[in-house]
């Protein structure tokens, strides 16, 4: 009686363990790097004056500009999320969480990817309080409040969104968060580029997306560790 | 005992009075046009409240002293019965003093909020906002473009909700977090609430007028001292209500256009 109930146990042990390594996507090594750009007279980015928070204030030496079209030397395309959102495999969230700041009354970085159920640490290292309230709509809605000192807040997402968030302190705080089905993902830098490594071969919808413009997808097929190029073009307008 | 607390209160009226005669803490300094007139009715508000404290804490202290070695079992008035023409009396002077007060000061209110604004103001628009001031000066064309609520974006720096893709006159609005005003220049701000009530309050200028939503409420002042003030809400707004200020910048006229051309290039 007692053998049986090990085996049994042994079975279920090994059955688990062996759904658990099928779970797991296929590493792959293929990838798709690229540029996005934009084509026009992209808005002037307006200077925020932070004279009231003199803590934030004396932090930048000049003053920050807002983000909501970021654009680099080239005609490069800051803050776009080039995710895979149709053919991946789907996976689990890594372990390691993702930190969002709040320094120099800025969201660093202005706009944060991460995977569904992916741990986000969210820290306040400014002098000041800061209140965050994520405008999520399909995920629960919620603000905290965190003065100086405050240990930083640790949540996650548990559905994909794309999540605008404020500070309900201080108005001209603005970020995203970009709550992703996927692992595969980028954040397109000053100069526009973007990379997204660890591609299993198979057929993707890669997906552009911009806070402020229409977001662009295209086609790519991987075979093998292919790496291919897929570069992105905005429209955008001066207002 | 009695005698005790007579000298102590003889004593507090005493310190009391003195702190304001020495003018201990006194009025910040006034910079503006009509603040003369609010500091001088704050003056009679305050001698006139001030003499009748005095009287009244004299008397008090002179009756405790004289009766303090009397024998109990005196009958005491009471309210109503016996005192009534004492309390009327009471009542009546009070009462006139205080409509004395409203009837001259009315004459310094209605300079500020009933007077029209002088026809070469500077005009100037006011957003407030959970928690911040955001000012508006309409640009080289010298006209605001229009409000559209529906377009305010705090992330775009668009607070006031102007709308440029179509309307010209919004393209070359300079928005900005501080007030920045020419001395000696009439200034003229309407002001409005993007969400919940909040109050314009700039000590040096004598002037507090509350923003109410849905309303462009008229609010001028000239200012006549050139420096940095500060401009506080004072009406309880959430949250962050401690923290929402803005900076009143008096500048020469030279200084404040070259200010504006500078804010207008960007």
């Given at each position: 009686m007692?053998?049986?109930?090990?085996?049994?146990?042994?079975?279920?042990?090994?059955?688990?363990?062996g759904?658990?390594?099928?779970?797991?996507?296929p590493?792959?090594?293929?990838?798709?790097t690229?540029?996005?750009t934009y084509?026009?007279?992209?808005?002037?980015?307006?200077?925020i004056?932070?004279?009231?928070?003199?803590s934030?204030?004396?932090?930048?030496?000049?003053?920050?500009?807002?983000?909501?079209v970021?654009?680099?030397?080239?005609?490069?395309?800051?803050?776009?999320?080039v995710?895979i959102?149709?053919?991946?495999?789907?996976?689990?969230?890594?372990?390691?969480?993702?930190r969002?700041d709040?320094k120099?009354?800025?969201?660093?970085?202005?706009?944060?990817?991460?995977?569904?159920?992916?741990g986000?640490q969210?820290?306040?290292?400014?002098q000041?309080?800061?209140?965050?309230?994520?405008?999520?709509k399909?995920?629960?809605?919620?603000?905290?409040?965190?003065p100086p000192?405050?240990?930083?807040?640790?949540?996650?997402?548990?559905?994909p969104?794309?999540?605008?968030v404020?500070?309900?302190?201080h108005?001209?705080m603005?970020g995203?968060f970009?709550?992703l089905?996927?692992?595969?993902?980028?954040?397109?830098?000053?100069?526009?580029?973007?990379?997204?490594?660890g591609?299993?071969?198979?057929?993707?919808?890669?997906?552009a997306?911009q806070?402020q413009y229409?977001?662009?997808?295209?086609e790519?097929?991987?075979s093998?560790?292919e790496?291919?190029?897929?570069?992105?073009v905005f429209?955008v307008?001066?207002? | 005992?009695?005698?005790?607390?007579?000298?102590?209160?003889?004593?507090i009226?005493?310190?009391?009075?003195?702190?304001?005669a020495?003018?201990?803490?006194?009025?910040?300094?006034?910079?503006?046009?009509?603040?003369?007139?609010?500091?001088?009715?704050?003056n009679d508000?305050?001698?006139?409240?001030?003499?009748?404290?005095?009287?009244?804490?004299?008397?008090?202290?002179?009756?405790?002293?004289?009766?303090?070695?009397?024998?109990?079992?005196?009958?005491?008035?009471i309210?109503?019965?016996?005192?009534?023409?004492?309390?009327?009396?009471?009542i009546i002077?009070?009462?006139?003093?205080?409509?004395t007060?409203t009837?001259?000061?009315?004459k310094a209110?209605?300079a500020?909020?009933?007077?029209?604004?002088?026809?070469?103001?500077?005009?100037?628009?006011?957003?407030?906002?959970?928690?911040?001031?955001?000012?508006?000066?309409?640009?080289p064309?010298?006209?605001?473009?229009a409000?559209?609520?529906?377009?305010?974006?705090?992330?775009s720096g668009?607070?006031?909700?102007l709308?440029?893709?179509?309307?010209?006159?919004?393209?070359?609005?300079?928005v900005?977090?501080?007030?920045?005003v020419?001395?000696n220049?009439?200034?003229e701000l309407?002001?409005?609430?993007?969400?919940?009530g909040?109050?314009?309050?700039?000590?040096?200028?004598?002037?507090q007028?509350?923003?109410?939503?849905?309303?462009?409420i008229p609010?001028h002042?000239?200012?006549?001292?050139?420096?940095?003030?500060?401009?506080?809400?004072?009406?309880?707004?959430?949250?962050g209500?401690?923290?929402?200020?803005?900076?009143?910048?008096?500048?020469p006229?030279?200084?404040?256009?070259?200010?504006l051309?500078?804010?207008?290039?960007?």
């Open positions: 007692r053998s049986r109930y090990f085996t049994a146990l042994a079975v279920a042990a090994l059955l688990g363990s759904m658990l390594v099928f779970a797991k996507p590493a792959g090594s293929g990838s798709i690229g540029k996005v084509t026009g007279t992209p808005p002037k980015m307006k200077p004056d932070m004279s009231k928070e003199p934030c204030a004396k932090q930048h030496a000049t003053p920050v500009l807002t983000e909501n970021a654009t680099g030397p080239g005609s490069a395309l800051q803050w776009v999320v995710y959102s149709a053919g991946d495999q789907g996976s689990t969230a890594p372990s390691q969480a993702v969002y709040q120099g009354c800025q969201y660093l970085p202005h706009v944060l990817p991460m995977q569904v159920n992916q986000l969210i820290y306040n290292d400014d000041t309080s800061h209140n965050i309230h994520p405008l999520s399909v995920n629960a809605e919620w603000n905290k409040s965190q000192g405050s240990p930083p807040i640790d949540t996650k997402y548990d559905k969104e794309f999540i605008p404020k500070c309900n302190i108005p001209w603005h995203y970009i709550v089905n996927t692992s595969h993902y980028a954040v397109s830098g000053e100069d526009g580029s973007f990379d997204i490594k591609l299993p071969p198979g057929k993707y919808t890669v997906t997306w806070e229409p977001a662009q997808s295209q790519v097929t991987i093998g560790s790496a291919k190029t897929a570069n992105f429209k307008l001066p207002y | 005992m009695g005698k005790l607390f007579a000298a102590v209160v003889f004593v009226t005493l310190i009391s009075v003195a702190i304001f020495m003018h201990t803490w006194w009025l910040p300094i006034d910079i503006s046009t009509t603040g003369p007139a609010v500091d001088r009715q704050m508000t305050l001698i006139g409240t001030g003499v009748l404290f005095l009287a009244g804490q004299l008397v008090l202290a002179i009756f405790v002293w004289g009766s303090s070695n009397r024998a109990s079992g005196r009958k005491i008035k309210f109503p019965g016996g005192a009534t023409p004492l309390v009327t009396a009471a002077l009070v009462g006139l003093e205080i409509l007060l009837f001259v000061g009315s209110w209605g500020i909020y009933l007077a029209p604004p002088a026809a070469n103001s500077l005009k100037i628009d006011v957003q407030a906002e959970q928690f911040a001031f955001y000012f508006r000066y309409a640009g064309d010298g006209q605001f473009g409000l559209h609520p529906d377009k305010i974006d705090d992330g668009n607070y006031f909700g709308d440029p893709a179509n309307d010209i006159a919004a393209r070359d609005d300079i900005v977090g501080s007030l920045a020419p001395v220049r009439p200034i309407t002001l409005h609430s993007k969400d919940v909040h109050s314009f309050y700039v000590r040096e200028l004598r002037v007028q509350d923003f109410v939503p849905g309303l462009d609010l002042f000239t200012a006549t001292q050139t420096g940095k003030f500060e401009i506080v809400c004072t009406q309880l707004c959430g949250l209500h401690y923290n929402m200020k803005a900076y009143l910048e008096v500048m006229e030279d200084q404040w256009e070259q200010w051309k500078s804010q207008s290039g960007q």
